[in-house]
């Protein structure tokens, strides 16, 4: 039986407990559980893109580009989360947004070996990623082609001889399954293929180990559990043995060896800066500064525990006091198979994500029946959950989102 | 003769002087030149931006998707965008940065037909142009190449069979020289070949008629003449004749037709908006509308009036105030082939524009020996102008350039 005196036991001797306070407390009475969806705000991140904005903008204008760090920050911030997903500090770039870094990182692992033309992915792998795949395919022409399969257990068999790229969700966006990243880097290191890890669902929530488990390439965005604010810059990790080896897809002046000498031929840069494009998002990068600093400070070993025992209090609340009225856990149970999130479904889930939300919880659904709550370490404590779960009791019970005005779903 | 009187009367007639009073003033007392860099901030941009963290991040979360705009903006800014630069309403889309839309418009063009796989553009084009280009043709492969001209007579020569598409910068980012885009573009249709402008250093300043004079397809920044600041999103522009013939390079989820069922395969939305790629960059966007809602109060006609003034007032006074002092313009006399920007080469050129910077006027330098004047009709006077040539004047006269503090010259 977990009461809240245990999980207020749990949060005094939570290591993330100061980091929590260095987020901007929302003017509402309400418990943010869309880590998954857009993360919580660092508290001097608006302070910050004013403060660009003013005397960089405003003021300096073009000498910005001498006055202040905008040029460093794509790779800065990529130092500063490097830890937390297991990459070496020179291996991870922000720039850019998702779909753009799939695209350019699946191209680049691609033409690495165009006799092995062939994209192996999930065929319920995130729309974006599958989309920019068929893309690819498309413009690549040829014999390019995107293999998708449908369970975990028909990958050993769909990478065959002419697969050249594994391209997969590390966390899935419904289920919160997760794979086993080294198990399946060695299968494809086996057989000649190279990885590419989406880490969108997992990266800040879980630790990722993409380095020690041998990914070749990752991309990851910086607006979930990274807490960069909406539309912040993705990123992306080339793993050291590939940075050197073909030029970038999207060829562009911040990714020349010497974006100032205006050389007429390309040249790309030495690393993975060779994938920055065009101009940096200034103020995008500022607010995502404003986050990677608190990540700076963030142990990987505090996010692991903090991420496990909010989940393991989360999913045992759920079936304690709301499995009475229909609430299952649809993820998975054993944590080391659970992504960043806690997915549980309910005949009524989208009416029951309406009603949560007056009652002061955002939480996110998923068609048909699934409501997710997004466990985001740095940002929400296991009170937080306790109350969460007490609101959904109380929904459920009176069976308030019944009433006609939660019938509109949002998505 | 042209003296400070003639400036203010020619001020009082402006018609876009209340326009320029809705551009911040900044700090220091500067008359700021660098249109063709970083445009003038908008003076309710801060504000806008703050009000996005604070309600949108903060607050909203994922609910900031339904209750805002943010998901509209990038095409809601190309309406407001479409007749400063001569396109139909729903032709413009505001997205990524300039060198991701080059790529992607630059790929979308050169695949519509693969019989004619050459791509012409111009030596000494912008370099992210040049680069995007070499890029795209190595990873295309096959007969996939980049064709270049030195000068523009050399075009109808370049001009052969196998080329499908001509990819040119409206204006020259050194010389301001403009290429008459209704005699190119109708050289082009003759030759079965589709043109591409880059307009980065054309929109804001002059008029740019993209449907009247027939081009394919165009590209621009967003954070010069268009006053989008550091980091804006840059605009794309397909002709209908063009928009539904094949799907967008680079397929992402805010370009599929139903981005929020989660189809497992793509289909591309109708029209340009298919050329957004992921999640839109919410911060940039909301700055970038401060400015589109100044241009849409802006007539085509007062722009063209006020930019060929103020450069004719410019060029006349280099020649009056400075031209015993060593400066020559180097931008083209006859207006009907100038750009944005006027430039004037002087032995010192680096040096003069540091010292300018001290003397409050902010330029730019562009190696060996040419400064440019960027000028913005929307946020400069001609009392301005005549400032900043009074303080050129000052810094030649005085030879205080020649001090060793401005040896040291940023670019």
């Not at 910005?64 to 500090?89: C, Q, S, T, Y």
Request: proline content about 5%; aromatic content about 10%.
């Amino acid at each position: 039986m977990i009461d809240l005196a245990h999980c207020r036991t749990l949060d005094a001797r939570d290591p993330l407990r100061a980091v929590r306070d260095r987020f901007a407390r929302p003017a509402e009475d309400t418990v943010y559980l869309d880590g998954n969806s857009i993360g919580a705000m660092p508290a001097d991140a608006a302070s910050r893109v004013e403060r660009v904005m003013l005397e960089g903008w405003r003021d300096a204008r073009r000498r910005g580009w001498n006055r202040f760090d905008w040029l460093e920050k794509p790779w800065r911030m990529g130092e500063g989360l490097a830890h937390i997903v297991g990459a070496g500090k020179g291996d991870v770039l922000f720039c850019d947004n998702t779909t753009i870094n799939l695209y350019k990182i699946l191209g680049y692992a691609w033409q690495l070996d165009r006799t092995r033309p062939v994209i192996v992915t999930e065929a319920h792998n995130f729309p974006t990623d599958t989309y920019v795949a068929e893309g690819l395919a498309r413009f690549a022409g040829g014999a390019a082609a995107v293999r998708r399969i449908d369970r975990p257990h028909e990958l050993d068999a769909a990478l065959s001889g002419d697969v050249g790229v594994l391209y997969l969700s590390y966390v899935d966006y419904r289920t919160s399954r997760r794979w086993n990243m080294a198990a399946v880097n060695e299968l494809a290191r086996a057989r000649g293929v190279l990885t590419l890890w989406d880490c969108s669902h997992a990266a800040g929530a879980i630790p990722v180990d993409l380095e020690g488990t041998g990914a070749d390439f990752a991309v990851g965005c910086g607006y979930k559990y990274l807490c960069g604010g909406p539309g912040a810059p993705a990123w992306l990790y080339v793993h050291p043995r590939h940075q050197d080896r073909a030029w970038p897809v999207i060829a562009g002046w911040m990714g020349h060896a010497d974006v100032f000498a205006f050389a007429p031929t390309y040249e790309p840069l030495r690393g993975v800066r060779r994938h920055q494009t065009g101009t940096p998002g200034i103020l995008a990068n500022e607010a995502m500064s404003a986050a990677i600093d608190i990540w700076r400070d963030v142990r990987r070993e505090d996010l692991a525990w903090k991420h496990r025992s909010l989940s393991e209090v989360l999913i045992a609340l759920l079936e304690q006091e709301c499995g009475k009225f229909g609430v299952r856990v649809t993820s998975p149970l054993d944590y080391d198979e659970q992504g960043g999130h806690v997915g549980f479904s309910h005949p009524g889930a989208g009416s029951v994500c309406e009603a949560l939300l007056e009652h002061g919880v955002v939480s996110s659904f998923r068609k048909p029946d699934v409501i997710r709550f997004g466990i985001s370490p740095v940002a929400i404590s296991h009170e937080d959950v306790w109350v969460a779960v007490s609101r959904l009791r109380q929904v459920l019970e009176t069976e308030i989102w019944r009433e006609p005005r939660f019938a509109k779903v949002s998505v």
